[in-house]
């Protein structure tokens, strides 16, 4: 299975996008748009900084775990990964979304 863009409907009604992995294993998430063109636009903006390592803030969370927050070129956190037990697991991470969002496909999921 190739790797895709998720686009639903969250709680709050409003739109969210998440890219799963082609195992189905969620690698990045969205915040919440109000107008299905934003979230759209900030699919594009994944896809086209994905492939760049400067886009990347590598944090740690306050209960010692790791993540990651991908931004675009004004510096907007545009995606956050999950939580991860290890760096090198959050880096993987970091790898995984740069090798699949470029080329992943969208699929709305919020008719």
Known sequence: MAAKFELYNDKAGEIRFRL???NG???LSSEGYKQ???AKNGVESVKKNAPKDSRYEKKET????FMFNLKSTNGQV??????????SGRDNGVESVKKNAPD???VDLTE
């Open 78 to 87: 545009i995606g956050t990964s999950q939580s991860y037990k290890s760096e």
């Open 62 to 65: 306050s209960a010692g775990n």
């Open 36 to 38: 299905m063109a934003s």
């Open 20 to 22: 799963k992995a082609g």
């Open 104 to 106: 992943a496909t969208v």
């Open 25 to 27: 294993e969620t690698i």
